[in-house]
């Protein structure tokens, strides 16, 4: 087995790949259905629930599980954050694209890049405790999408998803840089 495929594995990037391609299936299979929640007024639709649950899923390449290998890693730390970042929003993409094909339009299917943007800034902060803030993100998300006068009120503009894109990347790989500067020289030492 080869090396890089000994790190995609370590990442989970396998299985993040086929979590995405598992909920790009279902957002086809499950399109025009509507889903009941408690403490929601209506039904909801079955689409609005793929974001929330890609930033939920698809974030493990995120979560450093393997620490003391990611510090021996050969390549530079700053490089293998971000191929981590980039790990993650391929496996979106997949998701991305099955909701624009499932009659949504492509600027509502960015709000998985916004989500999974929101997952990269709160793996920064918090690690594998990523899912409390995307929780949260989730019911604001389907409470808002309950209250929507017009589809067109839940695009995304592409500037603005590229943008989220841009700044979570930096803080994602910025707050890792320094976490792992704190690890290898600590105050006081």
């Given at each position: 087995?080869?090396?890089?495929?000994?790190?995609?594995?370590?990442?989970?990037?396998?299985?993040?790949?086929?979590?995405?391609?598992?909920?790009?299936?279902?957002?086809?299979?499950?399109?025009?259905?509507?889903?009941?929640?408690?403490?929601?007024?209506?039904?909801?639709?079955?689409?609005?629930?793929?974001?929330?649950?890609?930033?939920?899923?698809?974030?493990?390449?995120?979560?450093?599980?393997?620490?003391?290998?990611?510090?021996?890693?050969?390549?530079?730390?700053?490089?293998?954050?971000?191929?981590?970042?980039?790990?993650?929003?391929?496996?979106?993409?997949?998701?991305?694209?099955?909701?624009?094909?499932?009659?949504?339009?492509?600027?509502?299917?960015?709000?998985?890049?916004?989500?999974?943007?929101?997952?990269?800034?709160?793996?920064?902060?918090?690690?594998?405790?990523?899912?409390?803030?995307?929780?949260?993100?989730?019911?604001?998300?389907?409470?808002?999408?309950?209250?929507?006068?017009?589809?067109?009120?839940?695009?995304?503009?592409?500037?603005?998803?590229a943008a989220a894109l841009v700044?979570?990347?930096?803080?994602?790989?910025?707050?890792?840089?320094?976490?792992t500067h704190r690890t290898r020289?600590?105050?006081?030492?």
């Amino acid at each position: 087995m080869s090396s890089r495929l000994a790190v995609a594995r370590a990442w989970g990037v396998p299985r993040t790949l086929l979590l995405a391609l598992l909920l790009a299936g279902m957002a086809q299979f499950v399109a025009t259905s509507y889903v009941g929640m408690p403490s929601f007024e209506a039904e909801i639709p079955a689409l609005d629930l793929v974001p929330p649950a890609a930033a939920l899923v698809l974030a493990a390449p995120l979560v450093d599980q393997t620490p003391d290998l990611t510090l021996r890693a050969g390549r530079p730390l700053g490089q293998v954050l971000l191929l981590r970042y980039v790990a993650t929003h391929t496996a979106g993409a997949i998701v991305v694209a099955s909701l624009a094909l499932s009659g949504w339009s492509f600027e509502r299917s960015l709000v998985v890049v916004l989500f999974l943007a929101g997952s990269a800034v709160a793996a920064a902060g918090l690690g594998a405790w990523h899912w409390v803030p995307m929780m949260a993100g989730s019911y604001v998300w389907l409470l808002r999408s309950q209250h929507l006068d017009d589809l067109d009120d839940a695009d995304v503009p592409v500037a603005a998803a590229a943008a989220a894109l841009v700044a979570a990347g930096v803080i994602y790989v910025c707050a890792g840089l320094y976490r792992t500067h704190r690890t290898r020289c600590p105050r006081g030492g």
